[in-house]
């Protein structure tokens, strides 16, 4: 996929998750903590299933839909403040 293609599905609020490999994404200026979480095992499922059908793993999928919470939750509290 052209870049310019990847932008106008982003800007056009597609799904471009299909279109990257986040499988060794990192944040390179930020350290890693390694935690430990317990999910029941429905969730599990649907995080496999969701992380499948975009192509990552469960851990990317986990990382990015936590990140995308936390960015929606920080720009919700600017607009407030």
Do not use: C, Y
């Not at 496999?48 to 990140?67: F, P, Y």
Request: net charge neutral; charged share 30%.
């Amino acid at each position: 996929m052209k870049a310019s293609d990847f932008d106008k599905a982003f800007e056009d609020g597609n799904d471009v998750f299909a279109n990257l490999d986040l499988s060794q994404a990192k944040r390179t200026t930020q350290t890693t903590k390694r935690i430990n979480v317990d999910f029941p095992e429905w969730m599990i499922d649907s995080l496999d299933r969701e992380a499948k059908r975009v192509g990552v793993t469960r851990q990317s999928i986990i990382k990015v839909w936590l990140a995308e919470r936390i960015e929606n939750l920080n720009h919700h509290h600017l607009k407030q403040g």
